[in-house]
């Protein structure tokens, strides 16, 4: 039996049967969907809970009806578990039930006619464009200090270090465990790209900007030597220690550079990357390939995102457009109005 705790805070141990089945389903996303760890144990978790929830009628997740996840959804919010956070596990289970049926461990699907909360598809927040290059110009700032003193060799290389890093967030859209698992190898500066291994470890080819591409060169030229210090290290972006650096690292530096003023994340300058290159024109469909997303509804969020854009440039362009109406009419002169009939 395995111990794991409800919204509730109230500890339970599962059946063997159920206990068995997340274990199987665990190995199968780790090792034939490529997930990590923290990936895989985080829908372990709402596997579980759902297990739990079962228990109360003596069930299994192998003879869960559809009035079962249902009844569960009602739980999660009864006991205040938001809407997304509803969503998310509604999700886990239907790649869990999905996985059953391919595996012919079950006959039905009971989560297929379940509807996700209409709150789920929730707007991303992204940095205004001048935020984003006042945010980028600091860490350019930092980056050119002079390294002529003694101990600043190292503050320089690690201010280089930062640059390259938000640079890439912004400009390929990444994500942050794929910045971190980037290798040196995987750079093809010459060509600005880079090959970047995203979610279940599928490869996207990325492409990089002007800025991008020098700020990295930078890097690799003064400041990985620095932070290498002779030792064999693969992963292309370094602590002061020699080591790959961590999820959280990358999430202090964004927070650090943004100022105390602003707050950030790695994942809001991804958001950032795709929701100025829609306002710019760019379409949905290589948005989502530069974000590496599975499902292009998941890229259609962006659509929302950019409606003040494309109000605005409708209001200039188009021929009803107000802007362009009373550009006409201020060329034409006042409009007579005819007069009533006497």
């Known amino acids: 039996m395995r111990a794991s705790a409800d919204p509730a ?3 339970r141990s599962q059946p063997a049967g159920n206990a068995r089945t997340v ?52 739980h999660l919010k009864a006991n205040h578990v938001d809407s997304r956070s509803i969503a998310r596990k509604l999700s886990c289970l239907r ?61 320089s290389a690690i201010a280089l270090r930062d640059h390259a890093i938000l640079e890439l967030l912004y400009a390929g859209g990444l994500r942050v465990s794929e910045v971190v698992s980037l290798r040196v190898e995987d750079l093809h500066l010459d060509e600005a790209r880079a090959l970047v291994r995203g979610k279940g470890d599928k490869e996207r080819i990325v492409p990089l900007g002007r800025s991008a591409t020098v700020a990295v060169a930078e890097y690799l030229q003064r400041g990985r030597p ?38 950030a994340s790695p994942h809001m300058l991804r958001h950032s990357c795709a929701t100025h290159m829609v306002e710019h024109g ?7 390939r530069l974000l590496g997303h599975a499902d292009i509804a998941t890229t259609q969020v962006y659509t929302h995102v950019a409606m003040e854009h494309l109000k605005r440039v ?29």
């Open 282 to 288: 760019a379409d949905l469909r290589t948005v989502q």
């Open 23 to 74: 274990q199987q389903y665990t190995g199968y996303l780790r090792v034939e969907k490529g997930l990590q760890p923290a990936t895989c144990e985080a829908y372990a978790r709402d596997v579980e809970q759902f297990a739990e929830h079962l228990e109360k009628r003596s069930a299994l997740l192998l003879n869960a009806a559809e009035g079962d996840v249902r009844g569960f959804m009602a």
């Open 314 to 342: 409708h209001r200039e362009h188009h021929p009803r457009g107000k802007r362009r109406s009373e550009v006409a009419g201020a060329k034409n002169g006042p409009v007579v109005q005819p007069r009533s009939a006497q």
């Open 95 to 155: 790649g869990f039930y999905r996985w059953l049926l391919l595996d012919r461990k079950i006959e039905h699907d009971p989560t297929v006619t379940v509807e996700t909360p209409a709150s789920w598809k929730v707007l991303p927040k992204s940095l205004a464009e001048i935020e984003m290059v006042e945010m980028l110009e600091r860490a350019a700032a930092a980056a050119r200090t002079p390294d002529t003193a003694s101990g600043q060799a190292q503050i």
């Open 226 to 263: 620095s932070l290498l210090a002779g030792r064999m290290q693969p992963v292309l972006f370094l602590s002061a220690r020699g080591k790959a650096l961590t999820r959280q690292w990358v999430w202090d530096i964004v927070r650090r550079t943004a100022g105390s003023g602003r707050k």
């Open 9 to 11: 805070g109230e500890t």
